[in-house]
């Protein structure tokens, strides 16, 4: 009689079940996870809306990384599509408009900002919304963190849906999520007795909540438990950093997901 080794058949079990996990349908809402193949069976399955999450590099004064918008708008894109149920979500934009270079302004004063042109900025957006229409996208969301180049999001989205008129195909850029995460989260955190020289305007108290509650690696909590004062040499603009927390982040969190879905819901039922 063989005897088998019962670690064995543990490890037969646990192999079986990864590849049943492995054969199933991907769960990932990001783009650049799924395959070529997965991504057209998700589309003809009924995921037509696409966000294209909109960060950029810049200084965020000495308590948070280069790259949090990025890290922001990826992870608050994802959580919009899962709520959406038909989204999928595009790879990050990073390269995004700054300040001039020459002579350096604004946040390109400080180490590691990277700035490009207004009008390459445009052309990038509308390319590639033009590409994820081309593989059957129909409602393009262009979803921008950074208050800076609002404006551009508009104007790109009002050229394409200049070109697409009548086709059925749509992008929309989605104010209500950066006024969420500013003018919204604001009035969360005043209602709660905080004041508005605390939570600021850059990398001050709400910044650096909102990125607490999403990715607290990226926050240098021994900066913000020190008694250094943080402003505008250091990168802070209009606010106070140091009693930022993660709890208060989650308020800001859901409002922006609640306020993006439902404006993107509005917006998807009038296309229709």
Not at 114 to 121: G, H, K, N, V
Not at 219 to 238: A, D, N
Request: hydrophobic share 40%; aromatic share 6%.
């Amino acid at each position: 009689m063989i005897r088998r080794n019962p670690w064995q058949s543990l490890w037969a079990t646990l192999w079986v079940v990864v590849v049943a996990a492995r054969a199933q349908a991907p769960s990932s809402v990001y783009l650049e996870d799924l395959t070529s193949p997965e991504l057209r069976a998700q589309v003809q399955a009924g995921k037509t809306v696409v966000l294209i999450p909109i960060g950029g590099t810049e200084q965020n004064g000495p308590a948070m990384t280069l790259g949090k918008h990025n890290e922001r708008a990826r992870v608050l894109a994802g959580k919009i599509a899962r709520e959406l149920g038909n989204a999928l979500v595009a790879p990050v934009i990073a390269y995004v408009p700054e300040g001039t270079i020459e002579p350096p302004s604004g946040h390109m004063r400080f180490a590691g900002t990277i700035s490009i042109p207004d009008d390459a900025f445009e052309r990038t957006l509308e390319s590639a919304a033009r590409s994820l229409r081309v593989h059957g996208f129909r409602h393009v969301v262009l979803l921008g963190d950074h208050g800076g180049y609002q404006r551009d999001l508009h104007q790109a989205a009002e050229n394409i849906n200049h070109q697409w008129a009548g086709s059925g195909a749509h992008v929309q850029a989605l104010t209500e999520y950066y006024r969420a995460a500013t003018e919204g989260f604001a009035v969360l955190l005043r209602e709660r007795g905080f004041r508005d020289d605390e939570i600021g305007t850059h990398a001050a108290l709400a910044d650096t909540s909102l990125m607490l509650a999403i990715d607290p690696g990226a926050v240098r909590t021994e900066v913000l438990k020190g008694r250094e004062p943080l402003g505008p040499e250091q990168g802070v603009l209009g606010g106070d950093p140091h009693r930022a927390s993660a709890q208060l982040g989650e308020l800001g969190v859901d409002l922006i997901v609640s306020r993006s879905v439902t404006a993107i819901r509005a917006e998807v039922a009038r296309d229709h």
